[in-house]
């Protein structure tokens, strides 16, 4: 928690800064400073329900700054969008809850060689504050953290940008982008938490904490070993080249607000190889495990990882927000468990309606 305290204070006051140079009469055509930042609550309370539930309180706080500056051929732009969230519901186990957890930031640097048409160099950054959990009884395994996962691009392309009726456009694309991701967890807390899931799951003696989120997150590569059995190389990040897409909508219209942003990325490395039928091919009778092959056939051309995320807010009464966030997401070889078991590539999605305390400006 004091990471994310620090950080949110920080970007705040870095933006508050920025913000505050547009009252100089040197830049107060070039630079343009907007967002929203809102708390979000709910509860719920019951006695002698007969219908069922419990009672509940639910807390999320979002900062979503926009900063450009536009002067002279040159543009600026950066996006803060971040948000937190707990849930507390009246139980014995599990009481409190990460509800929601997101650090979005992006930046890029532009000259307008045409009309709307910018050379522009892109980089941005996603990832969480805090360990993420998955909710079992008796034991509540840890699933993703701070840089686990975490997506760093970086791009050189053209931006195409245009203003129609107070709505701004953006597009973005880059055929020359790197994008790093990361499944980073450190000796000290991989140590933790492998005691920890032991303990609590005594069966599994394999357990490695670090492995599992490499795995998870697609930080690994599997090859042939000079013996032709299939090896796993893990690592704390994987980095690709290839092309970036992104495309934002943002409108403002008297109290209402409205955001959208989608990024593509897609590696240009060759087609992978089927470790399957490779391993099989050479060892008669034996199979391996389908779970692996992923990182080899789909990190590949063609197979773009989708990140899709809107916010709406409406302002009334002065103080008082309401908003919906979307947030879509979509990447190949990482692999998502159902309730049975079974894992497999899947669409993420997470919608978010609250009321609230905000400020819009």
């Excluded at 937190?84 to 532009?110: C, P």
């Excluded at 008796?138 to 691009?153: E, H, R, V």
């Excluded at 129609?164 to 790197?178: I, M, R, Y």
Aim: hydrophobic fraction near 35%; aromatic fraction near 16%.
């Amino acid at each position: 928690m004091k990471r994310l305290n620090i950080l949110l204070v920080l970007c705040v006051g870095a933006f508050a800064c920025l913000s505050a140079q547009t009252d100089s009469t040197a830049t107060v055509k070039a630079w343009k400073f907007d967002g929203n930042i809102g708390l979000n609550a709910t509860g719920t309370g019951l006695v002698n329900w007969t219908g069922g539930g419990k009672n509940t309180v639910n807390g999320l706080t979002f900062v979503r700054l926009h900063l450009l500056y536009d002067k002279d051929a040159i543009a600026w732009e950066s996006d803060f969008d971040t948000d937190f969230g707990v849930s507390w519901i009246d139980q014995t186990e599990d009481r409190l809850r990460k509800a929601s957890d997101k650090i979005n930031f992006s930046t890029k640097f532009g000259w307008e060689f045409r009309k709307d048409l910018y050379l522009t160099v892109l980089g941005s950054f996603q990832s969480q504050y805090i360990i993420g959990r998955e909710i079992k009884k008796g034991y509540d395994p840890p699933i993703s953290k701070f840089l686990a996962p975490s997506y760093t691009d970086m791009g050189i392309g053209i931006d195409w940008k245009h203003t129609v009726s107070g709505c701004d456009f953006s597009v973005f694309v880059s055929p020359v982008a790197g994008r790093i991701t990361t499944a980073y967890v450190s000796d000290k807390l991989n140590g933790y938490y492998t005691a920890e899931h032991r303990e609590m799951v005594p069966d599994e003696k394999d357990y490695d904490f670090r492995r599992y989120l490499q795995e998870k997150y697609g930080t690994y590569k599997i090859i042939l070993n000079v013996e032709g059995v299939p090896d796993i190389q893990y690592n704390d990040a994987r980095a690709e080249f290839g092309f970036f897409f992104k495309g934002t909508i943002a409108y403002k219209y008297d109290n209402m607000t409205l955001g959208s942003t989608l990024m593509l990325y897609t590696p240009y490395q060759g087609r992978g190889y089927d470790i399957k039928t490779a391993y099989e091919a050479t060892h008669p009778g034996e199979t391996w495990d389908v779970y692996y092959r992923y990182s080899n056939l789909n990190r590949q051309f063609g197979y773009f990882d989708v990140d899709w995320d809107t916010n709406l807010s409406y302002r009334f009464a002065k103080v008082l927000n309401v908003t919906l966030s979307t947030s879509l997401k979509y990447y190949p070889g990482v692999l998502i468990a159902d309730n049975d078991g079974v894992k497999k590539e899947r669409v993420q999605f997470k919608a978010v309606v609250g009321i609230g305390l905000g400020y819009s400006f």
